[in-house]
């Protein structure tokens, strides 16, 4: 039986792992945090850190693959592990390339990518410098911005002072008519599969997905030019795994990538339900050097993340969770944290329906009837 | 959160808690084989016999909701934590009836639920004296038949000698035309949900359901009439909880129950994949006490039971996975067996498809390709 490790134990190691139960295979997961949603679930939690090169490649180096579930880990680690035959999957150089905002921004403008227009700043001097002439603009931090953390709007010279001092892209701020996600499975041998777009809306405030419909409402010619996209960016990073490829549509009917993720993603939830084979299915199959499975749409889908709310921070409860169960085709995934705070995500709820009003109107009721508070 | 036990650490256990891992809920299982398929999945493993009155009361004193995923557990202990005010899904009332074939036939017939007709033997030599006019027949041991042990087909009265030296229930043998099963959910306050009943074939010899068909293909007025049966069985023994209700459909067109199991069930496992809401999901609405789910069926489905090759017994090896994993919307579920011997449940296959003739055949297919055999 092959032994896979999960760099990181939040929510998409504990759906990660609810899968891996289908197959053959022991698991392992290294994260700091015994009570991390998916410790419980796991052949065999090791307590570590996976910032730190001892930990990952002493992690690693049994086992037969090794993935991540965050960007945030020891590249030079599974660097290392990789050279000494471990599979590893994203492959470093992938991951190297894409957990740098700056790296990934020269990534897309290399091979042709269509992404906003940026300029690379190293401080806030630099940035005050840059910025008069690069209005509107977004300020994304080079290194370690997850999740709404380290992106930064800035529309004048006076919000400037908000920005990072740090190694970051200044980007023209798209005016955006449309969200867009795919999520893009490649085999080691190079299959690839994907899944059919999403389509998202994006709280202005925390920057995080909070409502989402699959598959995105798009042009047919529109939908060639994001699959094509979406391609061009896996088959470039040259690597297996799942990726999470997040478009912009202008409102001048143009197309870029925003970022890519190089592992199951938030974009990707609904497909444990919506989809044949799901974003972690798949995964596992990438993992274990199985066929890919079908990522089509089993039926249209929304999906509403559960943050906790706003001025709520300590022992999470759930209110309204009663009233969402007795929805019709209303899938309920909640993440096991037993903390709550304003903006984290706590679990997320998939709605199946064959009618987009149904789905729209459904995904609305969840979100004012379902809050994650504090006791 | 509330204190969820299972007794039992099957496959059974094991799909129940991967999809525990969406609710609000800790969850403890009770089991000898601290490398049984459910124990690396639960939040806590308690090593200890289900069968034995103070280790079933001690696992369940402190908790919550408690449930079964095998019959032969000490009911007594259930029946004291009942009364102590622990929540008992099944109900120890139900679990009495259904555990003893001799009182579930009993049951059966003094709620006018069309069964095959019987006698009771209590040994070797009353099965003998009762054996003459009464061929061909089943004999069906009282306690402790699962799986196909416990269960004799007896067609004459040499047979008579391979039959049970113990209290038994004595059928008329039913020719039989079709196998059905219905899987019924049944939540606290009595509100009741049918999934689609399921078409079954068996494998003669190791009595093992080894291909299935849902929904089955049963024309309506026996539709009806085996969705009125199984409801009626599911009411008469007034406890929440998942039922499966197997039943016969005779050569002469009439309708028997065989038998029902008062939990989750082998005839259930393709709902994780072709239902809105899963057996395993239902169960967890009704132990954490919230509105029962969809049972409807998304797409029509058939199941294969991956068994143990005849001939291997030792370590597992999974031959031709390869190639099932290559064929369009087949999902492969492992229980994490370490050890295969002939007949062992050691995996199902799920199939969907909207073209019944496709499921026929990947069916067959994937029975000839996938082999569990031993190193």
Chains 1, 2 share one sequence.
């Not at 960007?71 to 000494?84: G, T």
């Not at 529309?155 to 798209?174: I, Q, R, T, W, Y």
């Not at 209110?319 to 969402?324: I, K, N, S, T």
Request: charged content about 20%; overall charge negative.
């Amino acid at each position: 039986m092959q032994k896979a490790g999960i760099l990181g134990g939040g929510q998409l190691g504990r759906m990660l792992l609810q899968e891996a139960a289908n197959y053959p295979v022991e698991t392992y997961v290294l994260e700091n945090d015994p009570d991390c949603p998916a410790a419980h679930l796991c052949h065999h939690f090791i307590k570590g850190d996976i910032r730190n090169f001892d930990d990952v490649y002493n992690f690693g180096k049994d086992l037969d693959v090794i993935t991540i579930e965050i960007e945030s880990v020891n590249v030079d680690a599974l660097e290392k592990l990789a050279a000494e035959g471990r599979r590893v999957i994203p492959t470093p150089a992938a991951l190297r390339i894409i957990k740098n905002k700056v790296s990934q921004k020269a990534f897309y403008t290399e091979h042709s990518i269509p992404t906003a227009a940026y300029r690379v700043v190293q401080s806030m001097n630099e940035l005050q410098k840059h910025i008069g002439d690069w209005l509107p603009a977004v300020q994304k931090i080079g290194e370690g911005g997850y999740d709404g953390r380290g992106v930064q709007v800035i529309m004048s010279v006076d919000d400037a002072a908000k920005g990072f001092d740090s190694e970051s892209v200044l980007e023209k701020k798209v005016a955006i008519s449309k969200e867009i996600a795919v999520i893009v499975a490649v085999a080691e041998g190079g299959d690839t599969a994907l899944y059919p777009p999403v389509e998202m809306i994006f709280d202005p405030y925390l920057n995080l997905l909070n409502f989402q419909i699959a598959p995105a409402d798009v042009q047919q010619n529109m939908l060639w030019r994001i699959q094509a996209v979406a391609r061009t960016v896996a088959k470039q990073l040259s690597s297996p795994g799942i990726f999470a490829v997040e478009m912009f549509i202008s409102k001048e009917g143009e197309l870029y990538v925003n970022e890519t993720a190089p592992r199951v993603h938030n974009s990707g939830h609904h497909t444990i339900e919506a989809n044949y084979s799901s974003q972690y299915d798949m995964l596992w199959r990438i993992l274990l050097n199985y066929p890919l499975g079908n990522p089509a749409s089993v039926e249209s889908s929304s999906l509403v993340n559960l943050l906790g709310e706003p001025g709520h921070t300590g022992e999470v409860k759930y209110e309204g969770l009663e009233e969402v169960l007795k929805m019709e085709n209303v899938f309920v995934h909640l993440y096991g944290k037993k903390q709550t705070k304003p903006g984290r995500k706590m679990g997320h709820v998939t709605i199946m329906s064959k009618d987009k009003q149904d789905l729209v109107h459904k995904a609305q009721q969840i979100r004012h009837a379902l809050k994650v508070v504090a006791h």
